[in-house]
């Protein structure tokens, strides 16, 4: 008899670009607010590993998906004295065809995921480089410039003296104020940093258990009759994927734009507090 052909679909990018770098359940449960939770915060936790677990699974749902033509026309060969299989075949087709439109779309969307990975590490580093290398040489470099610590103190008098005085008493709070924005924008990069990290946790749990749907639909791929509602369960566990990932990247988006909102408010804050007069760090001396 005739074999069953795989519907036309566009080429589908494997999802194994490199990683970049730039600046989640059981069946029936997904979705960000479903069963599948979120993780919390990681305390310096990196992606890596759950981004090569992500590539796995979801490849291997995607390789699930390609088997499902074989395996059918497996049992095609073995049902062909069934009357009026015709009508079946053309159901399987249909179901066949949407299937492949829906891993297509799964691909599409992850493409540029896997592309640019994020890198949590490089977030962190970043963050303690602005405090070890900015806040803290500012901190050291006015600690001593205290007017009862100054050699001078108890033997000079007078304006001059004075102005000086008035001078070395805003070193401290400039160095203060440098300290505290390090301070802030350090654990706002953290806070990004789990949020990437949430992130692929969330969306390695996702790629497990579309993986495993895909698996339990093949196996219901027994009979020619079991045929049309296995490929059905495994259109509704790729339909549910593309959901997660559209409610995950909706909120990784989210938390992008608020760091780097955070970011562009405390750079104009460095320059425009009452700890630095007209907008620059106090002289040592009178103007």
């Not at 602005?130 to 050291?140: D, F, H, K, M, R």
């Not at 505290?180 to 654990?187: G, L, P």
């Amino acid at each position: 008899m005739a074999r069953f052909p795989s519907p036309p679909s566009p080429p589908r990018p494997r999802p194994d670009a490199p990683s970049g770098n730039s600046s989640p359940g059981p069946s029936g449960s997904h979705g960000p607010s479903g069963s599948h939770g979120s993780s919390g915060s990681h305390g310096g936790r990196d992606n890596a590993g759950d981004v090569e677990r992500s590539r796995s699974k979801f490849q291997e749902f995607v390789d699930g998906a390609d088997s499902v033509v074989g395996l059918i026309n497996e049992v095609l060969e073995l049902a062909s004295h069934i009357p009026f299989i015709g009508d079946l075949i053309d159901r399987i087709n249909q179901l066949i065809q949407r299937m492949f439109e829906k891993v297509n779309e799964a691909i599409q969307r992850t493409t540029e995921i896997f592309a640019y990975v994020g890198s949590p590490t490089t977030l962190r580093q970043t963050g303690v480089s602005w405090v070890q290398n900015v806040g803290t040489p500012a901190t050291v470099a006015t600690s001593t410039v205290v007017l009862s610590a100054l050699p001078s103190t108890g033997h000079w008098e007078g304006a001059a003296h004075n102005a000086y005085a008035a001078r070395v008493e805003l070193q401290n709070p400039a160095s203060d104020s440098i300290y505290a924005k390090c301070t802030m924008i350090d654990e706002q990069l953290n806070t990004f940093a789990d949020a990437i990290v949430d992130f692929w946790v969330a969306f390695s749990i996702a790629a497990i258990t579309t993986a495993i749907g895909v698996a339990l639909g093949i196996a219901e791929i027994v009979s020619v009759f079991g045929a049309p509602g296995g490929v059905a369960t495994i259109i509704v566990e790729v339909l549910a994927f593309i959901a997660d990932v559209i409610g995950l990247v909706n909120i990784i988006l989210t938390a992008n734009q608020a760091a780097a909102d955070f970011m562009t408010q405390v750079t104009a804050e460095l320059g425009a507090v009452s700890a630095f007069p007209g907008g620059a760090w106090p002289r040592h001396t009178a103007a």
